[in-house]
């Protein structure tokens, strides 16, 4: 599954992790996209890194739709 880079994390960057779960097969790690902490293995560190800017992404949504004031369609 590749990793697709479009600015925030959402469901697809949880899949990439989960199917890429494991030792990377050709390390260094700039060769395993969701090996986000580099240590060549997709853990739960990776997983736990993923969900903390998760969170962080969803509470920017929030903060941006309580500060919209244009009008909704």
Do not use: Y
């Not at 599954?1 to 960057?13: L, R």
């Not at 030792?23 to 790690?29: I, L, V």
């Not at 853990?43 to 739709?65: F, M």
């Amino acid at each position: 599954m590749p990793h697709v880079c479009h600015g925030f994390v959402d469901v697809s960057d949880l899949l990439a992790v989960l199917f890429a779960w494991g030792r990377c097969a050709g390390c260094p790690p700039d060769q395993c996209a969701s090996d986000l902490n580099g240590d060549c293995t997709v853990n739960v560190a990776d997983l736990l890194t993923l969900i903390a800017n998760w969170v962080e992404h969803e509470r920017l949504k929030a903060r941006r739709r309580r500060f919209d004031l244009r009008p909704s369609a």
